[in-house]
């Protein structure tokens, strides 16, 4: 039993440092996430990026020291990478985060930046959405705006199951900036209430009748 908790363990760990170490390196391309797939003859890496082009190379150059890296430093035996585009990426924290912080490098307002993400998550259909921009984003003294739309659960089960959340910082002129984004995704809360007409509900609650009373003879006695 310790040896398959330790194994479990170890095997956590290890796809954590493996997250943050391509978060750190590829937020540009839009990295959202990986998957990692233990086979009998290799190890498959799944990565999942908002622009694949960025993170594979120019003729896979970066994918070749990729492997590398997951050899020497990692200890991953004949690691087999595959990198895939991500679905729905406007309902993905990682990438809409890494989107608005590209913005802030090429010079775009934070206002902006975060307004024209914002629409874009409720555009995807997301239930809610919150963007914090925090840094010395008009004056010396570090201060942050907050936007925010729709329902954001902060607790409970439905904060675990729906909310998406991701930070990321950027290295600006001014100093750096963080930027958080919070998305709740489409789905069934654990708080949902559904109002049902009183039509409805009167012919929920009104039992039907056996098949027994309905065959019975009504006016004879026995």
């Known amino acids: 039993m310790v040896n398959i908790k330790r194994y479990f363990i170890e095997k956590g760990i290890l796809k954590t440092m493996i997250d943050e170490y391509l978060a750190a390196n590829f937020w540009r391309a839009g990295y959202a996430g990986v998957d990692i797939i233990k086979t009998p003859v290799d190890t498959r890496i799944i990565i999942y990026a908002d622009r694949p082009a960025l993170i594979i ?3 896979g150059e970066t994918v070749k020291k ?23 990426p406007e309902l993905n924290a990682r990438v809409m985060a890494s989107r608005i ?8 307002h934070f206002r902006r930046a975060a307004y024209i993400a914002l629409r874009r998550i409720m555009g995807a259909g997301a239930i809610g959405c919150e963007i914090v921009i925090s840094g010395k984003l008009r004056t010396e003294r570090a201060r942050y705006e907050k936007l925010t739309a729709g329902k954001i659960y902060k607790s409970g089960e439905q ?17 750096v900036y963080g930027v958080q984004v919070l998305i709740t995704r489409p789905g069934m809360p654990a708080d949902y209430v559904e109002i049902v007409p009183p039509e409805k509900l009167s012919e929920e609650v009104q039992p039907p009748q056996s098949e027994e009373i309905a065959k019975a003879p009504t006016g004879e006695s026995s």
């Open 57 to 59: 190379g120019r003729r």
């Open 66 to 88: 990729l492997q590398r890296v997951f050899e020497r430093f990692f200890k991953i035996k004949n690691p087999q990478i595959t990198v895939t585009a991500i679905e729905n």
């Open 101 to 108: 912080a590209v913005a802030l490098e090429r010079g775009i």
């Open 159 to 175: 904060s675990l199951k729906l909310v998406d959340r991701a930070v990321i910082h950027v290295l600006l002129k001014p100093g």
